[in-house]
């Protein structure tokens, strides 16, 4: 017969207490089932519901024997309980006190807990300190273009995680500005040169024109010129020289006036010699003669004439702010000749002019002005330029490797390299830019010099720049030159202090 609880005998009460009082566990005593000690299904008391600490939340009756997590009061092998589930105080849960890394924020103590998350390598994790990634920590996370972990502000990676050099937002020695962009629409080009007027880009609201012409429509309907002047646009519109086609080109009410016949040049045979710097021409009145390899045909063409006594480096753009599209090439051989190896270009520069870089053996060659099509033609500029020096290009921004022993003492620059062996590199530009060249590397294994020239690499070519010991920490002795070069060639020279030579990391940024 089961027992009321109030009946419960005093004997059975007061062996509940001593169990307790000896440490026994409560599930000994009531079972899972509920019923009262022992198994015979008689003597069995109601659990306990009155909503105390010893309650559980489904009511029924929890033992007061030590290690019952949640009741208030810290026993047995708990390390706290302060009887909530408050997981961010100091006791978060299982009566466990807060670490860094069980997964929990303590509140006013940890800024982050990702548990088995926290990590001291992986990019953007929560720390094993439990604070959240930062720049200085010798992790590169996803907002960071270095971190080396270092108080170093002037080796290659910036205190604020930024590399330095041209474009990353601040400006340093050698720069005129750096807004941490590649628009060269705005009051800073991309090579951390400030906006100015002949600087070849159109600086949005502020300058009308950037060059030395344009195109503009005449009050006779032909196509005629708008000079730029001061970048900004003069009054008028120039009309073009009449031609031989039966209409009044340059609006002086006469149709074919004085009309003369094709330019000398319109012909291979009769190509007009050239020599290095900025020739001078005009398809308006040409014909069309030829078909250059990277265009269509119809376009009106001009033809022109070098020679080379001794192999180099031959340069040569349209980049002269006109805005018809030109194509160049360069061929050799009995007119009208054979396009050299990489020698036909249309679109360079960024827009519609043409540019060609090229190493040539010695000889004659002839170059081809030729418009894109029958509707492109008309005045141009092209700029013509060789150098002897026996130098790879570097056309693109970042790292190039090398090693100067053994490649024999040509040039020496103003602060050094007179006897070491050394290399040297070109640059071709549609237009002037301010460009950094810097061996600050650990893979640089000696004390080199470097030194900028323009025009070729030669002792007496003009050298706007030389440096031998840097401040950059990443390499001890390295060398750091920044200058704003021309428009064409220009050289970069890694070379050694003394008779030094050897292995080399060279970084160049701020080509265009």
């Not at 990702?114 to 720390?127: E, F, L, Q, V």
């Not at 159109?202 to 012409?213: D, I, N, Q, S």
């Not at 710097?277 to 376009?299: E, F, K, L, Q, V």
């Not at 490649?407 to 062996?421: F, N």
């Amino acid at each position: 017969m089961r027992r009321a609880a109030g009946t419960f005998p005093a004997a059975c009460a007061a062996l509940l207490v001593a169990a307790a009082a000896c440490g026994l566990q409560s599930g000994g005593l009531w079972g899972d089932g509920g019923d009262a000690i022992g198994e015979s299904g008689e003597g069995d008391a109601a659990r306990p519901d009155d909503g105390g600490p010893d309650a559980s939340p489904d009511g029924d009756a929890v033992s007061d024997a030590p290690g019952v997590c949640g009741n208030g009061t810290r026993e047995g092998s708990e390390e706290c309980d302060d009887g909530n589930s408050d997981q961010g105080d100091d006791c978060p849960s299982a009566c466990r006190a807060a670490f860094c890394g069980d997964g929990f924020l303590h509140a006013g103590v940890e800024q982050c807990d990702d548990g088995g998350g926290n990590s001291d390598t992986a990019p953007d994790a929560c720390r094993t300190n439990c604070l959240p990634s930062r720049c200085g920590d010798g992790v590169v996370d996803t907002s960071e273009a270095c971190d080396d972990g270092n108080t170093i502000d002037g080796d290659d990676c910036r205190n604020d995680c930024r590399r330095p050099g041209c474009g990353n937002g601040v400006v340093e020695s050698g720069e005129e500005c750096d807004d941490g962009d590649t628009d060269n629409t705005d009051a800073c080009l991309a090579g951390c040169v400030a906006a100015s007027c002949g600087d070849g880009f159109l600086w949005a609201g502020v300058e009308e024109c950037e060059g030395v012409f344009g195109p503009c429509s005449t009050a006779c309907a032909t196509i005629g010129r708008r000079d730029c002047v001061d970048c900004g646009w003069a009054a008028g519109c120039t009309p073009p020289a009449e031609e031989c086609n039966g209409t009044d080109d340059d609006c002086d009410g006469t149709t074919d006036e004085g009309c003369v016949p094709p330019p000398p040049n319109d012909v291979c045979t009769s190509a007009a010699a050239i020599s290095p710097g900025t020739i001078h021409g005009d398809t308006t009145r040409a014909t069309d003669t030829a078909r250059p390899s990277c265009a269509g045909a119809g376009g009106r063409d001009l033809w022109y004439a070098f020679t080379l006594s001794e192999g180099g480096i031959v340069y040569l753009d349209t980049a002269d702010g006109g805005a018809w599209s030109t194509v160049l090439e360069v061929r050799s051989g009995s007119c009208p000749g054979t396009a050299v190896s990489g020698g036909c270009n249309d679109d360079a520069c960024g827009g519609v002019r043409s540019q060609l870089v090229l190493s040539l053996e010695a000889g004659t060659y002839t170059v081809l002005v030729d418009g894109h099509d029958a509707s492109h033609g008309g005045p141009f500029d092209l700029f013509f330029q060789t150098a002897s020096c026996p130098a790879p290009r570097i056309a693109t921004n970042g790292d190039t490797n090398g090693n100067t022993t053994g490649h024999g003492d040509a040039v020496s620059g103003a602060c050094g390299g007179g006897s070491a062996d050394e290399d040297a590199y070109f640059f071709a530009l549609c237009r002037p830019a301010s460009v950094t060249a810097h061996t600050c590397s650990s893979v640089t294994t000696f004390d080199t010099v470097l030194y900028l020239r323009t025009g070729d690499c030669w002792d007496g070519s003009p050298e706007v720049a030389c440096n031998d010991d840097s401040t950059c920490a990443a390499a001890a002795q390295s060398s750091r030159v920044t200058a704003t070069l021309p428009h064409g060639l220009s050289f970069v020279v890694v070379d050694g202090y003394g008779s030094a030579a050897g292995p080399y990391r060279l970084n160049v940024s701020g080509l265009p």
